[in-house]
């Protein structure tokens, strides 16, 4: 299993994932040209990539879906009912092949499994994945203000983790963003603080594995906060490998 995060954060996400033949992306929420660049950037063929999952609608995960469609070689689209709803007409008459998924309800894509749960975010019908192969396990889990214990044992152990530690409360709050913002990002339909990630990821991680740390606010977070956060929740640091993803991308880790 290769990931690849194009891009992550509040301007755009998208993550890229080769699991054995499968090649898929995971939301599109970068221009066309700047996942084209990317791809290129990787030395990955953007043109073998024809399965698409989508999280949710909101702009920062499908900003470049239209383009992706017209002018990428997307065969398959994996999203809700919720989220299909929720985008504009013109771009879901473009699918080729819609797939509804539902939270809780796996499915295979070739021989890799997909497990589609529940997120707490304010959008129709958001999802985080569990990826599987007959390997390896990765979780990606973005835009939550929450996770909810019964998901604690299908996201546990997994491998690899894509999981958001989104804003430190006191820099949020001490930021010049409207009061009604901050309000929406630390409910539960907003987003993790560095704490609430933290301790989820103690809970999760029984051994060792990996923390591709998502979604991390440019102006109200810092990689130091996060770091610290992380010492304070782990009851043994070490047994995390961590990584920060950022608008940029991060290098492709091979499981």
Known sequence: ME?????????????????????????A???????????????ENLFDVKTLLITHEHHDHIMGLKMLLKYG??????????????????????????????ADNPFFIDHVKVTPFMLSHDAEEPVGFV?????????LLTDTGYV??????????????????NHNPFTLFQSPRPFLLKKR???????????????????????????????????CNCIDDIDEAIVKAFDDPTKVEVYY??????????L
């Open 29 to 43: 929420g970068i221009s066309y040209q700047k996942i084209k660049s990317k791809m290129t950037d990787y030395k």
């Open 73 to 102: 070689s997307i065969e398959h689209v994996y999203l809700t009912k919720g989220t299909l709803n929720s985008l504009p007409v013109d771009v879901a008459n473009m699918f080729l092949n819609t797939h509804i998924i539902e």
């Open 3 to 27: 990931i690849f995060v194009l891009a992550s954060g509040s301007k755009g996400n998208i993550t890229y994932l080769k699991v054995g033949d499968v090649k898929l992306f995971i939301d």
């Open 148 to 165: 909810d214990e019964s998901y604690y044992p299908l996201l546990s152990d997994a491998h690899l983790y894509i999981l958001e530690a």
């Open 131 to 139: 990826v599987e192969d007959d390997e390896h396990k990765l979780v």
């Open 245 to 254: 993803a950022s608008q940029e991308g991060l290098e492709v880790i091979k």
């Open 185 to 219: 990002i630390v409910g539960e339909k907003g987003h993790l603080s560095n704490d609430d990630a933290a301790r989820l990821m103690n809970q999760l991680i029984h051994e060792k594995s990996i923390w591709v740390v998502a979604h991390i606010s440019e102006d």
